[in-house]
């Protein structure tokens, strides 16, 4: 019996969520995410202390460039060691900055493409606010592809899949958390809210036959992973890549297309906003995500405006 992780990339393409090279250089995902959070982790390690170096020299002191060079440097370092692509994340502070979500995402790109690295092998990820939403239709016709990210609730991933996203990444974790802290109940398998969250998006997209990628992320415990062992791709902590590694267990897909999901819905802006507001969870979930994300942007920012 091969592992349960050998078992999953049999059906599910499997992401690595991490910054850590050496860790994905050992598990051997086929994409990579990185976020603020992940960039942070980072930066302390030691085998990044001279890529921080000399981003802040080519910076010249511009913390804002030093901090999206350091992105895209570790984006690209783990661009060498996967075959696939690499998420990577745009300042969560300019999520209901339409305009600025735009010309960030487009500095990136020319990062990425200044190190030779082309835009097919990049996702960009945006909050999926509705001016995220907004941005990323306009940025996958200009063929810049995108990753809807802190994705809580089937509103965003209506919006989402309306706008023609390449990918979502609904979390698990984070609605789980949510739903064990407000009525004390720890879910298991099925039961799962966040595994609900992402089995009703998968069946959804499926049914009405959107293109867009549905990514499984921010998970708790594999029990949560294989609820979902089907779906188009999980991103996956190293620790959990680990436990998966090393578990020969039998692991049967769960998610297929053909399961029958809702008809086709498209929201305008008010209904998306009101149906935000009616989703208690995924409207508290966004806007901590959101804050703590933007709270370690700004401790990476510290970390580059520090003297060497």
């Given at each position: 019996m091969t592992s349960k992780l050998e078992q999953l990339k049999q059906f599910t393409t499997v992401v690595a969520d991490t910054g850590d090279l050496d860790a994905i250089t050992r598990l051997k995902p086929v994409d990579a995410t990185t976020n603020p959070s992940l960039l942070l982790k980072a930066a302390a390690i030691t085998g990044y202390a001279d890529l921080l170096k000399q981003v802040k020299s080519d910076a010249k002191g511009n913390v804002d460039l030093a901090c999206?060079?350091?992105?895209?440097?570790?984006?690209?370092?783990?661009?060498?060691?996967?075959?696939?692509?690499?998420?990577?994340?745009?300042?969560?502070?300019?999520?209901?900055?339409?305009?600025?979500?735009?010309?960030?995402?487009?500095?990136l790109i020319a990062l990425y493409e200044a190190a030779g690295v082309g835009r097919d092998r990049v996702l960009i990820k945006?909050?999926?606010?509705?001016?995220?939403?907004?941005?990323?239709?306009?940025?996958?016709?200009?063929?810049?592809?995108?990753?809807?990210?802190?994705?809580?609730?089937?509103?965003?991933?209506?919006?989402?899949?309306?706008?023609?996203?390449?990918?979502?990444?609904?979390?698990?974790?984070?609605?789980?958390?949510?739903?064990?802290?407000?009525?004390?109940?720890?879910?298991?398998?099925?039961?799962?809210?966040?595994?609900?969250?992402?089995?009703?998006?998968?069946?959804?997209?499926?049914t009405n036959g959107y293109k867009t990628v549905v990514m499984g992320a921010s998970f708790r415990n594999i029990g949560q992973i294989e609820q979902l062992a089907g779906c188009d791709r999980?991103?996956?902590?190293?620790?959990l890549l680990q436990q998966l590694s090393e578990d020969q267990g039998e692991l049967p897909r769960?998610?297929?297309?053909?399961?029958?999901?809702?008809?086709?819905?498209?929201?305008?802006?008010?209904?998306?906003?009101?149906?935000?507001?009616?989703?208690?969870?995924?409207?508290?979930?966004?806007?901590?995500?959101?804050?703590?994300?933007?709270?370690?942007?700004?401790?990476?920012?510290?970390?580059?405006?520090?003297?060497?």
């Open positions: 999206d060079k350091f992105s895209v440097a570790v984006g690209t370092g783990i661009l060498k060691v996967i075959p696939g692509r690499i998420s990577t994340e745009v300042d969560a502070r300019l999520s209901f900055d339409e305009p600025a979500l735009l010309s960030k995402a487009r500095q945006l909050a999926s606010t509705w001016e995220g939403i907004r941005a990323a239709e306009k940025l996958e016709k200009e063929g810049i592809q995108t990753n809807l990210t802190l994705l809580f609730s089937f509103a965003q991933a209506q919006a989402c899949a309306d706008a023609g996203v390449f990918l979502i990444s609904p979390f698990v974790g984070r609605i789980y958390d949510w739903y064990k802290k407000s009525t004390g109940t720890d879910y298991v398998g099925a039961d799962d809210p966040g595994v609900q969250s992402v089995t009703r998006i998968y069946d959804y997209y499926k999980l991103t996956i902590s190293p620790e769960i998610l297929t297309p053909g399961n029958s999901g809702e008809a086709k819905q498209q929201l305008n802006e008010a209904q998306f906003r009101w149906a935000m507001n009616e989703d208690a969870m995924a409207t508290e979930k966004l806007a901590e995500g959101i804050r703590q994300f933007a709270r370690d942007q700004e401790k990476l920012e510290a970390v580059m405006a520090a003297k060497a």
